[in-house]
C-alpha cells in the first residue's frame, strides 16, 4: 500500500476507534506533538480554535462522559492527496440530557510517519453550542 492510502487508512481508523468508543486508541494515532483545530471563535466554546493533543484528549473525555454511549461516527467520503487526507464525516449521540448531538463534519488531516500531526475539523458551530453548552 503507498504512503497517500495508509494514510487515507489512518484517518479513517481514527474515527473508526472513536465510534467504538476507544478514545485511546484513536489518540494514539496521533503524534505526541500534533494539534486540533476545531471551528468557531476561541472563547465562543471551550472546544473551539487551536487545541493540542492533550486538550482534545480532555474535549473528548468529556464529551464522553456526557453522552449515553460511544459517538457514533460514520466517514461519508474521503479525499487523499500525499500526507493530507480530506474526510467527510457524520456523527450522533444522545446526551445524559436527553439532547441529541448529531454533527456534518469536514476534517482535514495531515499525517507525517504513519501518524497524526494535525487536524482542522469544521462543523456546524450553532448545533455544537446548542447542544452542548446551552442551558
Known amino acids: 500500500m503507498n504512503t497517500t492510502e495508509t494514510n487515507r487508512q489512518i484517518a479513517i481508523d481514527f474515527y473508526r476507534r472513536y465510534d467504538a ?3 485511546d486508541g484513536a489518540l494514539a ?3 505526541d ?3 486540533f483545530w476545531i471551528a468557531g471563535q476561541p472563547g465562543s466554546t471551550a472546544s473551539a480554535g487551536l ?3 492533550a486538550q482534545i484528549a480532555d474535549i473528548f473525555r468529556r464529551m464522553d462522559g456526557a453522552l449515553t454511549g460511544p459517538l457514533r461516527m460514520t466517514v461519508k467520503h474521503t479525499v487523499a492527496e500525499g500526507d493530507h487526507v480530506a474526510v467527510e464525516a457524520e456523527s450522533r449521540g444522545e446526551l445524559k440530557n436527553g439532547r441529541v448531538y448529531s454533527q ?3 476534517a482535514l488531516f495531515t499525517l507525517r510517519g504513519g501518524r497524526i500531526t494535525a487536524v482542522r475539523e469544521y462543523m ?3 448545533h455544537v453550542q446548542e447542544v452542548w453548552y446551552s442551558r
Do not use: E, P, S, V
Open 51 to 53: 487545541q493540542t493533543k
Open 33 to 35: 506533538d500534533a494539534t
Open 104 to 106: 456534518q463534519y469536514h
Open 124 to 126: 456546524d458551530t450553532r
Open 21 to 23: 468508543g476507544d478514545i
Open 29 to 31: 494515532l496521533m503524534a
